[in-house]
């Protein structure tokens, strides 16, 4: 079986897991980002206490950032939806470029195609910001658009034929 087939494959699987059910897939999501960033925390006090002697500052922000990083591993694992919280933030930095470049467009836009595409620029920045404010507010909806994706692009992967070189 060829590599992009059965990565198609698994892609439709765990496409359907998350759309069939989206609260069980976003809470394995958050359980797995919190275990990994408390194990990423320990490894990164243990690496500040282990060059303390060679590079006092860079040990201190070491243990700074894995304080930090177990902090939120701990919120990952027992208060916040990790799928959501990632998803809607990135969304909110993807509408902040959207409507900064829009503007910036409609501002110094040299002729009118620039201009109108820079108003659908900062619409789309808008629509952006809502589905932050959505994936945020509920998580399920999010979880569901992953699983809708994953679907996706595991039918790609299974339509396409082997890489001819």
Same mark, same amino acid.
């Given at each position: *079986?060829?590599?992009?087939?059965?990565? $198609?494959?698994?892609?439709?699987?765990? $496409?359907?897991?998350?759309? =069939?059910?989206?609260?069980? /897939?976003?809470?394995? +999501? /958050?359980?797995?980002?919190? @275990?990994?960033?408390?194990?990423?925390?320990?490894?990164?006090?243990?690496? !500040?206490? &282990?060059?303390? &002697? *060679? *590079?006092?500052?860079?040990?201190?922000?070491? @243990?700074?950032?894995?304080?930090?990083?177990?902090?939120?591993?701990? %919120?990952?694992?027992?208060? @916040?939806?990790?799928? /959501?919280?990632? +998803? !809607?933030? %990135?969304?909110? %930095?993807?509408?902040?470029?959207?409507?900064?470049?829009?503007? =910036?467009?409609?501002?110094? !836009?040299?002729? &009118?195609?620039?201009?109108?595409?820079?108003?659908?620029?900062? =619409?789309?920045?808008? +629509?952006?910001?809502?589905?932050?404010? +959505? /994936?945020?507010?509920?998580?399920?909806?999010?979880?569901?658009?992953?699983?809708?994706?994953?679907?996706?692009?595991?039918?790609?992967?299974?339509?396409? $034929?082997?890489?001819?070189?």
């Amino acid at each position: *079986m060829d590599f992009k087939k059965a990565l $198609g494959i698994i892609l439709i699987i765990l $496409g359907l897991i998350f759309a =069939i059910y989206p609260l069980y /897939s976003a809470q394995a +999501v /958050s359980w797995i980002a919190g @275990i990994c960033l408390i194990a990423f925390g320990f490894a990164s006090i243990i690496d !500040g206490f &282990s060059i303390w &002697s *060679m *590079m006092a500052h860079v040990s201190a922000l070491n @243990i700074l950032i894995g304080i930090c990083a177990i902090l939120f591993g701990i %919120l990952f694992i027992y208060k @916040i939806d990790a799928l /959501s919280f990632i +998803v !809607g933030y %990135l969304f909110y %930095l993807i509408a902040f470029i959207l409507i900064f470049a829009g503007i =910036i467009g409609i501002v110094f !836009g040299l002729g &009118s195609i620039s201009r109108i595409t820079s108003v659908l620029i900062l =619409i789309l920045g808008f +629509v952006a910001a809502y589905l932050a404010a +959505v /994936s945020i507010a509920q998580p399920l909806y999010t979880a569901i658009l992953v699983g809708i994706c994953l679907i996706l692009e595991g039918i790609a992967f299974l339509t396409t $034929g082997p890489v001819e070189n």
